[in-house]
């Protein structure tokens, strides 16, 4: 029903740039998946490996452990149910049947239902057709069905890939639909990893001049074929940033490579110093610096005042050079972040994984930032996930939830439809054409490939 008209239509069917994932590659997709702990551990996600695909991973690892367990589901029920070990599919989905029957309509229980339905053809989840499902998994974890997925199903135009890495190289699986961040979140936390930076650089970090010397060389070796800056450290510190002075830097350095523990405080320094050598140099370098803003992942652990985007004026105000993205509409202060984007021109606002957490909340902050900003600064989508089918799944809530905003405006009067199909536009692919030098990093890619393909 909701394609039937031009918007429709036209949101159904433009290739949708997306801003933000933390996809597993190709080898871990269409073979080995056992670094996904290790890479669920560091997103602060729950995750268990396992070498065979599982369709139960497949289904719920994403985003609905979290509102499972809220609903009343253990950690115990939960763990069964990704372990292959612990039983068979029906045993393992058993044990949290009945918190899923409370979770199955919150944004993250719609999208496993998305999911289910769209790539696996399944209405419900019963036991016989969860085995049917495993079967037709099987099938797509092969090469070539992860680009295939995102590309052709869930209509991506191309994948922005937070794999927690420094290292920015090109994926051959897809060199101009894969892009990658460069990560900065260690270190604007303050975690320096001096044998790893030594190990990347060549460079033994003793005083701060090497340190900035370090910093730079990652940038030197790995921003040309970097989409963007990302840094997620407002899930182990608050995003307040300070103004740090070399001295007060030096000597946070010095307790940091002494080693032993560390107090916050001294953290706070040499992560706001790096943090901001960090902004510096992702302009020098052209990239917009992602930030996580707002909602946690997980349960248990959200020191919510940590995670307002308010907390970063300082930041924005020193830095005006700098094209900030703010993500995920700093939920629950979205407010804030409309005022935020309001008033500041180096500021671009970003819904990735926004859909998925409160997907009314989403559509009516749509309808409120486009009241208050100019429509050239939101983004409309990130799936903000390892799994390509569930980002299948969150491109279909955002293409819904957009339209359903667009919608209102037009029956409220304040947007003809062909208004509307011009925001859409923007908010799904040009304002990120405008703000990410989408052809500059896929040219640089091309270009560090083509020895190889000489060779």
Known sequence: METQTDLGREIQSLALVDTHEHLL????????????????RQAGKPG????????????????????????????????????????DIESRFAGIRDPWEATKFTGYGEAVRLIAREIYGLDSLTPDGLEGAQRRLEEL???????????????????????FRWACEPDESGPDFFLYDLSWANFANGDLKAEELQEE?????????DLRDALAAIFQRYAPCAIAVKAQHAYWRTLCWQERQDDEAARALAVVLAGGEVEEATRLALGDWCWARGVELAV????PFKLHTGHHAGTGNMPIDWVRAGNLCPLLARYPEARFVLMHTAYPYSDELVSIAKHYPNVWVDLCWAWSIDPYSSTDFVRRFLHAVPCNKLFAFGGDTMWPTSAVAYAIQARRGLQRALEAEI??????????????RRLMRDNQYACFDIDGTRAAIRAQLAPAEIA
Do not use: C, M
Request: no cysteine; charged share 30%.
């Open 25 to 40: 590659r190709e080898d871990q997709w269409a073979g080995d998946n056992r670094t996904l702990i290790e890479q669920a």
């Open 48 to 87: 268990w490996g396992d070498e065979r695909p599982d369709i139960l991973q497949d289904l719920f690892l994403n985003y609905v452990p979290s509102d499972l367990e809220v609903a009343g589901a253990t950690k115990e029920a939960i763990q069964r149910l990704f372990d292959p070990a612990a039983g």
């Open 141 to 163: 974890r092969k090469p070539g069905e992860r680009l295939r997925l995102l590309s052709e199903v869930a209509g991506l135009d191309h994948v922005q890939i937070d794999d």
């Open 201 to 209: 650089t060549g460079i033994e970090v003793s005083t701060l001049e």
């Open 284 to 287: 020098e370098h052209n990239l």
């Open 411 to 424: 029956a409220g009067g304040d947007l003809t439809e062909q208004e509307a199909i011009s925001i859409a």
